[in-house]
């Protein structure tokens, strides 16, 4: 089995379940369904929004922005912009015409629930609704912090990010790619959004670039890290767990970390990239506790 240790550290698993919370009451708030045509919209919206996922993204923002100290309010408004872009990624990913998947966070995906056109304008509307949240003056009073957020995210969830790791995955399934290749895919698909993550919070906190480099280190790492346990649970994990259906990476005949390095190699290299991620930390102490049992869970972890 993948996990040394199945279940988060007691202070990770209340900091969760407290930015779970936080989430939803918010996604709640910012979503009543009107009384007109457009309920059903705003209903698959909230089907796929609220109640579900690990909520690791916003987790790692507040975790961030603790650092410096940014205030909570805003940090949880960068946190939900950020959930917004991963969970429109999650339903179109969840497409027929993408990986065409049944099950998602342990419940029907949107397009089976509804259909694929509200799938789509669900996930199209969130994705606006992210950068709706990073404009609103309520995230930040300072414009150029909220103009460089705004600009980050997109940057990280475009052609040159998320997106692009997307289109890579997508054709990859035409052609042999090698560790770098996979690396660069992954770096984009998954990476570059959880690097926002960690940007959002220097940002926030107005952390000078010199002072970002540690916090670049540890996102990258924890980014491929996470990928590679996505990867291991895709191989050894439950359907009951994941709430997502497993073996398709094999079944795809993609090339991942695990095809390339085999189960042994992915989880010591995964080991490794925690502990060099924990390094970078090395500038920070006590407040960082929580960035570390995130890089730690990052790969410890069943779903
Ligand atoms: C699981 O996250 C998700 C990933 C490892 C990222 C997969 C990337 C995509 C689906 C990108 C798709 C892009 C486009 C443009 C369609 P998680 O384990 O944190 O999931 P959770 O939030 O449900 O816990
Ligand atoms: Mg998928």
Redesign the pocket.
């Known amino acids: 089995m993948i996990p040394a240790v199945t279940s988060p550290t007691p202070t990770l698993q209340s900091a969760l379940a407290e930015i779970g919370g936080e989430i939803d009451r918010a996604f709640d708030a910012l979503l009543p369904v009107p009384a007109d045509p457009r309920a059903r919209l705003y209903e698959a919206m909230r089907y796929s929004a609220i109640g579900?996922?690990?909520?690791?993204?916003p987790l790692l923002v507040v975790a961030g922005c603790s650092l410096f100290k940014v205030d909570r309010a805003r940090a949880v408004r960068a946190g939900l912009a950020v959930?917004c872009i991963?969970?429109?990624?999650?339903?179109?990913?969840?497409?027929p015409c993408?990986?065409d998947d049944d099950l998602?966070?342990g419940k029907p995906t949107l397009h089976r629930a509804y259909d694929e056109c509200t799938a789509i304008l669900a996930?199209d509307s969130l994705h606006a609704l992210a950068f709706e949240i990073l404009a609103d003056e309520a995230t930040h009073e300072d414009p150029f912090v909220r103009v460089e957020l705004a600009l980050e995210l997109a940057r990280a969830?475009g052609p040159a990010g998320?997106?692009g790791?997307?289109?890579m995955?997508l054709v990859a399934g035409e052609m042999t790619l090698d560790l770098a290749s996979v690396t660069r895919l992954q770096q984009l698909?998954?990476g570059a959004?959880i690097g926002w993550c960690l940007e959002a919070a220097a940002i926030m906190g107005k952390v000078p670039a010199e002072g970002r480099t540690g916090l670049r280190g540890y996102a990258r790492d924890i980014g491929l890290a996470?990928?590679i346990a996505?990867d291991l649970?895709d191989h050894e994990g439950s359907e009951e767990k994941?709430?997502?259906r497993v073996g398709k990476d094999a079944g795809a005949g993609k090339e991942t970390f695990l095809s390339l390095l085999g189960p042994e190699r992915a989880r010591q290299q995964a080991q490794a990239l925690v502990e060099q991620a924990i390094d970078h930390l090395r500038g920070f102490g006590d407040e960082a506790e929580l960035l570390r049992a995130v890089a730690r869970f990052a790969v410890e972890?069943d779903?």
């Not at 579900?52 to 993204?57: F, N, V």
């Not at 991963?86 to 497409?95: G, Q």
């Open positions: 579900g996922g690990k909520r690791m993204r959930e991963h969970v429109y990624s999650l339903i179109h990913d969840d497409l993408m990986d998602r966070r996930g969830a998320m997106a790791g997307q289109m995955d698909k998954t959004l996470f990928q996505d649970l994941t709430g997502k972890r779903h």
